[in-house]
């Protein structure tokens, strides 16, 4: 079969890309609560110290190294009638609700020690299913279409959904959690009931309404471990983006991290306030990225995108304070990019793979991602009660419950490092190191004309051998 007589990539309708996103609410809602909530519930509210929050965070990405790359691999070869992806998502949903239900229910009052093994317990039952989910609905992106415009379109739906889930699940603790002079927990207790329940609800929704290509299932032979992880790692352009992927998911998880810290201290706003200035311009910035893709490319958007975002962040540190939210908004413009184009990255790297390994394996490569990025939320989970400790922060517990709004002037200082300067440093390394990034102009066309070929092939084999029994 030549290239010429090839289709055209399959193109996916706007109810298809409707469905496909809803799965992405119920994920960022649960996530976003998880990443913007957890070290301030349990440093400020319930007292633990960053000493047991940096042990929790340590055994977390001990953690995250064997089970990513290890249900990466499993979702690849698995061969089942409902498809080798769906069934992961759909059955693990209801888990993924209760353990990110049991996150938030620490005994107040309990000691360190106990406080610690609760953190650390729920947060590795919550992890293995989010990743689980996580996993399996990003490999998925790249299977539905060969088309980078397709595959946009796709991830411009799921993270629109995922910036309304990531916001909601900034303003519902928001609402939830105890102001001054409040110490009940009850409010926030049931809210995250509400919320793990919707989350699962929303996940399960696009299980039902999505269908995987049954001829990767069925046409594929699973490469044996030796060799994917041979291929895995033989991949230039796979190294380079999981290096700029480690940068961007470091930058993200700092900035949901410190959003609490920065209005409550540091500008002493209302947090939905900033909120504002930060998903305003992202949810308006999702769209355009459609425009830059198609004037720079995949990587150029990204590199763009990157360092815009980088320069808003590292001014936080340095402009007046009545500036910040401006720095914010540029930053939250620059977000865009690592929402949007990350996957379709990931995709044209699997691409390239498939021609080398014969089979689709996004399962590995998210795996092995997710195996060297994953680090990155710990390390930002410990940097923020770090280097509040060293700048002599005091917290709410220390204080009777209410919070202090006279810190010392380091505390400030650190508050803006770790939400600005060092995210923002993170974004002008994950630019520069895309420089490498091999796939693009003539290289890349052809790579996505010899996968469509490929997959004419897989598709007719699956026809004549499976529907033919």
């Not at 088309?147 to 519902?172: C, E, H, P, V, Y």
């Not at 990155?376 to 700048?391: V, Y």
């Amino acid at each position: 079969m030549t290239i010429q007589e090839v289709s055209e990539p399959r193109k996916l309708s706007f109810k298809y890309k409707f469905y496909w996103g809803i799965a992405a609410l119920g994920t960022s809602l649960i996530s976003g609560i998880y990443g913007g909530l957890l070290t301030i519930f349990y440093q400020d509210y319930l007292g633990l110290s960053a000493r047991w929050i940096g042990i929790a965070a340590t055994v977390y990405a001990l953690w995250n190294a064997f089970n990513d790359p290890l249900f990466g691999y499993i979702t690849d070869n698995t061969r089942s009638k409902q498809g080798r992806r769906i069934p992961y998502m759909r059955f693990t949903a209801p888990f993924l609700a209760l353990t990110f239900i049991l996150v938030w229910f620490a005994p107040p009052q309990a000691g360190q020690q106990t406080l610690f093994w609760w953190m650390l317990g729920s947060m590795l039952l919550y992890d293995t299913c989010y990743t689980i989910i996580g996993l399996v609905y990003s490999s998925l992106l790249p299977e539905l279409t060969e088309s980078d415009a397709q595959r946009n379109g796709l991830q411009i739906s799921s993270s629109l959904f995922s910036m309304l889930g990531t916001l909601l699940g900034f303003m519902i603790p928001d609402f939830v959690r105890p102001k001054t002079g409040e110490s009940s927990l009850v409010p926030l207790y049931i809210a995250m009931i509400a919320v793990g329940i919707i989350g699962m609800i929303l996940i399960l929704i696009t299980t039902f309404k999505i269908k995987e290509r049954r001829e990767f299932a069925v046409v594929d032979k699973p490469v044996p471990p030796i060799e994917a992880i041979k291929f895995t790692f033989t991949s230039k352009a796979f190294l380079v983006l999981v290096a700029e992927n480690f940068m961007a998911i470091l930058m993200s998880s700092l900035i949901l991290g410190s959003i609490y810290y920065l209005a409550d201290y540091v500008l002493q706003w209302p947090a939905m306030q900033l909120l504002a200035f930060l998903f305003i311009p992202l949810i308006l910035s999702i769209p355009l990225t459609t425009v830059i893709r198609k004037r720079l490319g995949v990587v150029g958007a990204q590199q763009f995108l990157l360092v815009l975002a980088g320069i808003g962040l590292i001014a936080v540190a340095f402009v007046p304070k009545a500036l910040i939210p401006v720095c914010i908004a540029l930053a939250g413009v620059g977000l865009a990019g690592p929402q949007t184009l990350t996957n379709v990255l990931f995709a044209q790297v699997a691409d390239e793979d498939e021609l080398r390994s014969g089979q689709r394996r996004e399962g590995a490569f998210f795996g092995i991602n997710a195996l060297i990025t994953k680090p990155a939320q710990s390390i930002a989970l410990w940097i923020t009660p770090f280097i509040l400790e060293r700048t002599n922060f005091i917290t709410r517990a220390s204080n009777a419950g209410e919070i202090f709004l006279g810190q010392p002037a380091n505390a400030i200082m650190g508050i803006k490092i770790f939400a600005g300067v060092i995210p923002g440093v993170a974004c002008l390394l994950g630019a520069l190191l895309l420089m490498w990034y091999p796939l693009r102009g003539e290289r890349l066309t052809e790579v996505q004309k010899k996968v469509l070929v490929l997959h004419k092939q897989k598709k007719q084999q699956f026809e004549e051998q499976y529907l033919g029994e």
